[in-house]
């Protein structure tokens, strides 16, 4: 009889015994693996099979062309054309071990984890320069064990077949140093204006440091000093241990990094284009692409912004706005509702000109921040019939607040909460803060962090609201926001309380037709849907009734003026900001106006300023023939929520004697759906004082509006 495989005895010695088997095929059939493979894969030629591919970025109609991304940028030269210390910077700062190892370092790829955990920062990378040369050789983004497998091979096969000078002059001569420059001529070249053969030591250190990251590295990037320095010195002690340079020289530059050209920007990036496609590299980043892929890699992103209504949006800016006001920044955004997708955006008016996209620059919101109040008073127990104090000047502690902006500077007397909203009344605001917060006498910061919470829930991220100070004032926008985030949290309330995270890419396709990895991105409710319909109801009135009837659309709207002051001091504050945000069903869009590094005062320089005027008919002349010929959609029902905290307001009888502030008699029936008709737009030219702001923050309160 046959014995079984295992033969006799405990059961557990049987396992081991096949356990055993099994592992010996297993290296066998692994080792018969690597012995074909490394017969099959051939060694790409540096020269001849090194190339780079144009990345090209669509519109959402994954046809038209927004514009590319580097073209290849390139100029080989022999190993002794490259000085000694450029070829001692690059292995000091890439592979230290270069002249010893097998083309693969698995001490290395340790060390390098545990050193850049202990550290806290990127100092050594886990790939040898034969495995990084390989990965250059082979541009695709194909994300697989295959992939690794195929370096693997070749990394070894490159270290057996070619000598260690061959393998550096190929690295040195293809290997992305950012910026579109390919290998270290070009890069000399770019960042200093000469050939590698006159490269300095320092300026070896600094290229050979930006390999690791070129965006990171990036030295016309901004903060780049403090990036680079740690990596650069690291660069230059590796350069000192293997002999290249003294201590003394390199002491010399520890502190200082060399200087260089002035950065030539691609006509790719002309006009307002530019800062789209400056947009998608940022995100095709955060996917996880790298530059060298980016510029090089062949990719087809196709992104979500909308051809026509990106032409919308450039041609809204230049009809409304005054061509002539040379230090006016305009940002303009839309997003759209329950995708997150951004279909426009208008971040300046040349790219080359100035790299700040001012829809996605923090800017003061003013009182479109109000709209947070709103959904977290709805949500702490309040409505929309909920009674606050108008009244203005309002004393907190011993500071004031005072209704300015489009309100007109009125002092209203008791309001309700939807009226506040739709005359953007300050004051009422602020006492909806203090009631949130447990009254008058109690620390404002419970009820300011509420609002913050809202603000979250909406899509305003926490890295934003985080900078913000709890306050009695916080309602009325005093801390930046980027209009993108603005857009994205009223995108949400038009769509019921579904959030999604905004974003710009739609697809990515590799070099060879495959599509590629993206985040994955998700909807989800953050607000209660009749918390949203009732904020969708109050802010109806702002365009029906209220301060921002100049931004009603062909669609049903919501919307809200702002208008935001700054200054260091009470002697200090101008206006500083103008905004509109709002939305239909099916878009929400931001525009904001503000002038120089996006602080100084715009009053006097643009007349009218305020929210209601330039950025809200801004919004509208865009929102139009966005929508022309589209389903305006609807927005979700009134929640019509009961308050269960503060008192309902009571109109006061027809005969009731005025009080000293004159308190309006309400001319329109108090209730959540807008009237058709408008009433007349609200004076823009108030002469109000400036408020002063309360103690306890020294961020100055903004103007309402």
């Known amino acids: ?96 071990t270069f002249y010893e190892n097998q083309g693969i370092d698995f001490k290395g790829i340790l060390r390098a984890v545990r050193d850049n955990a202990t550290s806290g920062q990127i100092t050594s990378g886990g790939s040898t320069i034969t495995q990084q040369y390989v990965k250059v050789l082979y541009l695709n983004q194909e994300r697989s064990y295959k992939r690794k497998v195929r370096e693997a091979i070749l990394s070894i096969k490159i270290h057996n077949q070619l000598s260690k000078q061959e393998i550096l002059e190929g690295y040195l001569n293809t290997i992305y140093f950012g910026n579109g420059s390919y290998g270290v001529q070009v890069a000399a070249q770019t960042y200093f204006d000469r050939p590698a053969s006159r490269l300095n030591y320092a300026q070896a250190a600094l290229l050979a440091t930006i390999i690791n990251s070129p965006s990171y590295y990036d030295p016309y990037a901004e903060g780049a000093k403090e990036r680079i320095l740690p990596r650069y010195r690291y660069v230059l002690d590796g350069m000192v241990k293997s002999g290249a ?93 329950g995708t997150g997708d951004v279909k426009a955006m208008y971040g300046g008016r040349d790219y080359l000109k100035s790299q700040l996209n001012w829809a996605m620059q923090s800017v003061q919101p003013g009182s479109t921040f109000k709209v947070f109040a709103v959904i977290a008073g709805l949500e702490d127990g309040y409505g929309l019939r909920t009674t606050l104090n108008g009244s203005s000047p309002l004393r907190i502690g011993n500071s004031i607040v005072g209704n300015q902006g489009d309100s007109g500077g009125r002092s209203f007397g008791p309001v309700t909460l939807e009226m506040a909203t739709q005359e953007s009344i300050n ?56 209009a993108v985030d603005m857009a994205n949290a009223y995108a949400t309330i038009a769509a019921g309380g579904e959030r999604a995270q905004w974003h ?139 308050a269960d905290k503060g008192r309902t307001y009571v109109p006061p009888a027809p005969t009731a004697t005025p009080s000293p502030t004159p308190t309006p008699t309400p001319s329109r029936t108090p209730r959540p759906t807008p009237t058709p008709t408008p009433s007349p737009t609200p004076s823009p030219t108030p002469t109000a004082t400036q408020p002063t702001p309360p103690t306890e923050t020294t961020e100055p309160p903004p103007f309402g509006g």
């Not at 209504?309 to 005054?322: F, G, K, M, S, Y």
């Open 1 to 96: 009889m046959f014995r079984r495989i295992g033969g006799d005895g405990p059961r557990w010695k049987r396992v081991l015994r096949w356990l055993a088997l099994l592992l010996v095929l297993g290296i066998l059939a692994a080792a018969l693996l690597f012995f074909v493979l490394y017969r099959i894969i051939s060694i790409p030629d540096a020269n001849a099979d090194f190339q780079t591919q144009t990345t090209k970025v669509y519109y959402s109609d994954g046809k038209s062309e927004l514009g590319t991304f580097a073209m290849q940028d390139r100029e080989s030269i022999p190993l002794d054309e490259v000085p000694s210390v450029m070829q001692a910077a690059v292995i000091a700062a890439e592979d230290r």
């Open 245 to 337: 340079i003294t201590a003394d020289e390199a002491a010399k530059y520890q502190d200082q990094l060399p200087r260089v050209v002035p950065k030539k920007n691609s006509n790719r990036f002309r006009g307002t284009s530019g800062y789209l496609l400056e947009l998608v590299r940022t995100q095709l980043r955060q996917a996880g692409f790298s530059d060298n892929e980016i510029d090089g890699g062949g990719l087809r992103v196709t992104t979500t912004f909308d051809r026509r209504l990106q032409r919308d949006a450039v041609n809204a800016v230049r009809t409304i706005i005054p061509q002539n006001l040379n230090e006016l920044n305009v940002g303009l955004v839309s997003v759209e509702p």
């Open 427 to 482: 004051t009422a605001f602020v006492d909806l803060t203090q009631q949130m917060s447990g009254g008058a006498e109690a620390d404002a910061s419970i009820g300011a962090r509420k609002i913050l919470k809202a603000a979250n829930q909406a899509g305003i991220p926490r890295s934003v609201t985080d900078k913000i100070n709890p306050v009695a004032v916080t309602s009325l926008g005093f801390a930046g926001v980027p």
């Open 504 to 642: 710009v890419l739609k697809k990515v396709t590799g070099s060879g037709g495959n599509d590629l990895e993206l985040p994955k991105r998700e909807t989800r409710r953050s607000i209660p849907e009749d918390v949203a319909g009732d904020t969708v109801a109050a802010l109806q009135k702002v365009t029906s009734v209220g301060t921002g009837t100049n931004g009603r659309t062909i669609c049903p709207t919501i919307g809200k003026t702002g208008t935001a002051t700054a200054g260091k001091n009470d002697a200090d504050q101008h206006v500083s900001s103008s905004w509109f945000v709002g939305a239909t069903p099916k878009l929400a869009t931001a525009v904001t106006l503000s002038r120089g590094v996006g602080n100084e005062d715009i009053e006097g320089y643009l007349v009218p300023f305020f929210g209601g005027q330039y950025p809200a008919r801004t919004f509208k002349a865009f929102m139009d023939p966005a929508l022309q010929g589209t389903e305006c959609g609807s927005f979700p029902p009134p929640g019509n929520i009961q």
